[in-house]
């Protein structure tokens, strides 16, 4: 049986997501149109939007359908033409190559923003900025003071977006804060295709891409119907995940490796972190060895943000962090609700046998 | 034994197969594959491709990685690619342009087998618990009393031992080339019985980072302001005509020196010290002796004191010299040919023969006589 540890990229599909979007294809109706097929499919819609309004703590008019994580960052970052942004030196790729002219904030050693760079970027600025954290990183875990961000930017009357698709179903709720949040459906476990910009009310948010007014005029185009269903579905479930085990599971999993390789390096480790997160960097062993043998014993694991060619990057949030030398060694086992205590088991074994395996052969050589 | 000379059963054998894309490297994994070795493709991210094309911007992948990961996923093996771009781009890119300023004519492909693939590579594959490196080689190889011997490839025009003069005993002893004793034929009837994607993809001609031919303007990109114009001069030393830049030149050179003659000219050596460019008559590029660096020896023990008698290819695509070849001090070795050879360009290799066996080989270097003219 394989390990699948990779759940930050995606998770696997819930049960009622999968039941969700089977549904919603059989429905075949246009949302947009007025007959009869159409309004079950806007029933449908309705009911996802209320499931994922929930999620957030907003209302169901604040729920911006997109097709993922990538185009809801992009519309929360594009909709406000040239106004000075201010980003994270740890976002997501969808952030962070959206604009050129974006300032970047930067992070302390332990991952978390640094608050006072913030509030001196912030400061004797006249016009309105917005600025972009995401809640919790996607590959070192750690949370991100969003409640200090968000109080920051108000005191200077700058606009706060959050990409909270690692954070949402993990933690409240100060992600909920911001006046725009981005959410990704197959994060959560509903499938590939989803995603949605919360737009909170005092907002008003042009659309980067002309068309029809679906979704209040702010992103046109037919809705994914069955990817959103699944996205509604699957908020709707995992507003009530347990994540005791997977917690506990993981501080093992840590535990495990870092006996096996007492001079790897947590990154992350002092800092509050998403449950499900292990982002570890063996000083020996390049991240792309890594995940190779890692894959080769069956396990799921990644490094970086891929690029789509496959080719495994550095971490630009390992330099970020100031772990230049770690950057190429990092890699990220990440849990999800579908994962089992075996399999966290079974990962740190394969971790020892790399380990000492590699420790082996360079001995010999 | 196994059919890659491992004491092992294939499917207990973990082979790493470097993959370019290519039709040879693809069938070497449908081959492995099919006798039941645990396979794995690697290919390797050289360069940035888009930008090597020109067009920044578009995926840094080109279509020969998603080639290698498509043959991979027919054949249920895994894939993946590693970036290498920092590295070749130290190792290979830069001495290419470095030894075209220095008045050479070099071999990037070699560099890359040396520095990139069976160094780098090679240790990853270690790493990943590998018996064997697998490519698509046109060379052969076999286990001898005191360890492997590197053969040519067994089809006269495709034999590509000349590329790998330089790999070591050591990374002799983990490659594996199932090609060798194929003809270019047999591959691709066996791509065509695999039902590759490549089975009909043409060989690649070019260097790979150099997609159009123009090398001087990769240079001129890797190395800005450093292409000189200097003046172009016959044995004597009189000018004759001015030039762009000594890298638009290789010695033995005959069309677009852009002089007319009574007889026909040919680039004797280049001075990139004073930026001039010797052409004479033919005879000027006759030589019976040069002298080579770096030399590899992959014969048995060192290469004799006494020296060794053997044959020599001094480009890859022409035939072999008889020669007799003295070591140096310092990895260098004195070549004396037995009958003169034209246009021995400084920056190819001087590859060692007996009979079908690879001894080694070196870089050619630009003569002392060369070097104390240009300084003088």
Redesign the interface.
Known sequence: MNVYLDHNATTHARACAREAALKAIDLSGNASSVHDAGRRAKAVLDRARAQVANLADVGSREVVFTSGGTEANNLALKAFGAMPLLVSAIEHPSVLNVRKDATIIPVGPDGCLNLDALEQLLTGNEVPMLVSVMAANNETGVIQPIEDVVSLARKHGAMVHSDAVQAAGKIGSAWQQADLVTLSGHKLGGIQGAGALIVRKHISLKAVMGGGGQELGMRPGTEALPAIAAFGAAANEAVNDDLAGVASWRDALEHEMLAAAPDAVVLGRESERLANTLCIAHPR?DA??MV??F??AGVAVSAGSA???????ASHVAVAMGHDGLARNAVRLSLGWSTTQEDCLRAAAVWKDIVT??EE?HRAA | MNSLGINKAPADTRVVVAMSGGVDSSVVAALLKEQGYET?GITL?LYDHGQAVGRPGT???GAD?QDA?QVCTSLDM??????YESRFREAVMDDFADSYLAGETPIPCVRCNQKVKFADLLQ?A????ADALATGHYVRRTDADGGAQLLRGAEEGRDQSYFLFATTPDQLDLLRFPLGAMTKNEVRDHARRFDLVVSDKPDSQDICFVPNGRYADVVAKLRPGAIEPGEIVDLEGKVLARHDGVINFTVGQRRGIGIAAAEPLFVVRLEPETHRVVVGPREALMKTTLTMREVNWLGADAMPAEGVACEVKLRSAQPPHAAHVHPLDDGRAVVELVAPAEAVAPGQACVMYVGDRVLGGGWIERSVQETNRSAA
Do not use: W
Not at chain 1, 307 to 313: D, F, I, L, P, R
């Open positions: 062993i792309e060895t190779m043998s894959d080769l690029c789509s060619s496959g080719k495994m990057a395996g590699f052969r | 794995i991210q995926c840094c992948a990685i990961r895994p894939h993946y690619v590693l970036d990853t270690r790493d990943l618990g």
